[in-house]
């Protein structure tokens, strides 16, 4: 009784949280379960197995004058993050065991899918933590199919895999690198859970760096339409990599560890992503979507990346400073810019950014 339509991941709003913060235990995803505005829960990136990270600090945020900002602050909107966290996280068995998703969803009155985001350390770290996931999802639908009663949305909804981070140290950022990124696909689609006849056994969707030369979007573009039998999304983009924040004060790097060198967050970001929303849609096979990701937080941001052609939008440095209510103020700012230009539904306006 496995659902016909394994590469469709059933939000209940266009906009959920990026992988990343607020995203590593499942008390912190519960916050994001149980607001209405967050259309799906997704899970930061798990390692195959439990690491602590970088050393601190290995975050920094900092308002547009330039001062210090803590993380929960009042006054957000300006603020620009840096962080080299290292992928700290308890490790993939934690993210995709039953217990874990009842914890996380128990408070969820909507149907909201569950999704975890693999980063793996080599090629077949990623390989083994999608089998994994694979035996992990089986295990639940039979137990489901068992016990009818039991309940179906404790599975996994899709699984992100992120080929974007650039904090680990001495690891080059598989989406930089044409050639393994084309390998890690490769190796990915001929696992038995991505046979080549049938749909996926589930949604796969990638997390890419941001790109800044039409030459490289063309090669990633190129590279993803290959594999496009097995990916139901590509989101984009991840942080802006080795970016380089001073504390002013003490005359010295915001953050510890890689040498100070973080990736860049917040609304300096935005233009950046919007720019990879607007050119991976361009060259994308229309089969893929793009989930927008960088720099949003408010319903204006999103209605930007709708228009520039995403199917759905993370939310992350807002997420992080302003906690899980933004999705619910964000998502009434959406409705209201709607109401207000006379859309009623995302289709009114998705991908229709208008030329000169
Ligand atoms: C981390 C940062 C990222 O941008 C990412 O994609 C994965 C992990 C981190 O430092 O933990």
């Given at each position: 009784?496995?659902?016909?339509?394994?590469?469709?991941?059933h939000?209940?709003?266009?906009?959920?949280?990026?992988?990343?913060?607020?995203?590593?235990?499942?008390?912190?995803?519960?916050?994001?379960?149980?607001s209405?505005?967050?259309?799906?829960?997704?899970?930061?990136?798990a390692?195959?197995?439990?690491?602590?990270g970088?050393?601190?600090?290995r975050?920094?945020?900092?308002?547009?004058?330039?001062?210090?900002?803590?993380?929960?602050?009042?006054?957000?909107?300006?603020?620009?993050?840096?962080?080299?966290?290292?992928?700290?996280?308890?490790?993939i068995?934690?993210?995709i065991?039953?217990?874990?998703?009842?914890?996380?969803?128990?408070g969820?009155?909507?149907r909201?899918?569950?999704?975890?985001?693999?980063?793996?350390?080599?090629?077949?770290?990623?390989?083994?933590?999608?089998?994994?996931?694979?035996?992990?999802?089986?295990?639940q639908?039979?137990?489901?199919?068992?016990?009818?009663?039991?309940?179906?949305?404790?599975?996994?909804?899709?699984?992100?895999?992120?080929?974007?981070?650039?904090?680990?140290i001495?690891?080059?950022?598989?989406?930089?690198?044409?050639?393994?990124?084309?390998?890690v696909?490769?190796?990915?689609?001929?696992?038995p859970?991505?046979?080549?006849?049938?749909?996926?056994?589930?949604?796969?969707?990638?997390?890419?760096?941001?790109?800044?030369?039409?030459?490289?979007?063309?090669?990633?573009?190129?590279?993803?339409?290959?594999y496009?039998?097995?990916?139901?999304?590509?989101?984009?983009i991840?942080?802006?990599?080795?970016?380089?924040?001073?504390?002013?004060?003490?005359?010295m790097?915001?953050?510890?560890?890689?040498?100070?060198?973080?990736?860049?967050?917040?609304?300096?970001?935005?233009?950046?992503?919007?720019?990879?929303?607007?050119?991976?849609r361009?060259?994308?096979?229309e089969?893929?979507?793009v989930?927008?990701?960088?720099?949003?937080q408010?319903?204006?941001?999103?209605?930007?990346?709708?228009?520039?052609?995403?199917?759905?939008?993370?939310?992350?440095?807002?997420h992080?400073?302003?906690?899980?209510?933004?999705?619910?103020?964000?998502?009434?700012?959406l409705?209201?810019?709607?109401k207000?230009?006379?859309?009623?539904?995302?289709?009114?306006?998705?991908?229709?950014?208008?030329e000169?």
């Amino acid at each position: 009784t496995t659902t016909t339509n394994n590469n469709v991941i059933h939000l209940t709003s266009v906009i959920y949280n990026a992988s990343g913060p607020r995203t590593g235990t499942s008390t912190a995803m519960a916050k994001i379960a149980v607001s209405e505005g967050a259309g799906g829960v997704l899970a930061k990136s798990a390692t195959l197995v439990a690491q602590k990270g970088n050393d601190l600090p290995r975050t920094w945020h900092e308002d547009s004058n330039g001062a210090a900002a803590a993380a929960s602050s009042s006054s957000t909107s300006s603020t620009t993050s840096l962080n080299s966290e290292g992928l700290p996280n308890n490790g993939i068995d934690y993210y995709i065991n039953p217990q874990t998703i009842r914890e996380t969803m128990a408070g969820c009155t909507n149907r909201k899918p569950y999704m975890v985001s693999i980063s793996g350390k080599t090629l077949n770290d990623n390989l083994q933590m999608l089998q994994k996931i694979y035996k992990a999802i089986h295990e639940q639908q039979q137990q489901h199919d068992a016990n009818p009663g039991d309940d179906e949305k404790i599975n996994i909804a899709a699984v992100e895999l992120n080929l974007a981070c650039p904090n680990i140290i001495g690891k080059p950022t598989i989406g930089y690198d044409f050639e393994q990124m084309e390998d890690v696909l490769k190796r990915v689609s001929s696992l038995p859970c991505f046979g080549t006849t049938s749909p996926p056994l589930f949604p796969l969707g990638v997390k890419l760096p941001p790109y800044f030369d039409r030459s490289h979007f063309i090669m990633a573009a190129t590279i993803l339409n290959k594999y496009k039998h097995i990916l139901t999304y590509v989101a984009t983009i991840n942080t802006i990599g080795n970016a380089l924040a001073v504390d002013y004060p003490a005359e010295m790097k915001a953050v510890r560890p890689n040498g100070g060198y973080a990736g860049l967050s917040g609304p300096a970001v935005k233009y950046t992503a919007l720019a990879n929303v607007c050119m991976m849609r361009e060259l994308l096979d229309e089969s893929i979507d793009v989930v927008g990701v960088g720099g949003v937080q408010t319903g204006k941001d999103v209605f930007e990346m709708i228009l520039c052609g995403a199917h759905a939008v993370q939310v992350g440095t807002c997420h992080w400073l302003e906690g899980p209510g933004c999705f619910d103020r964000i998502c009434r700012e959406l409705r209201l810019i709607m109401k207000e230009k006379g859309y009623t539904k995302i289709e009114d306006f998705r991908g229709k950014l208008k030329e000169w």
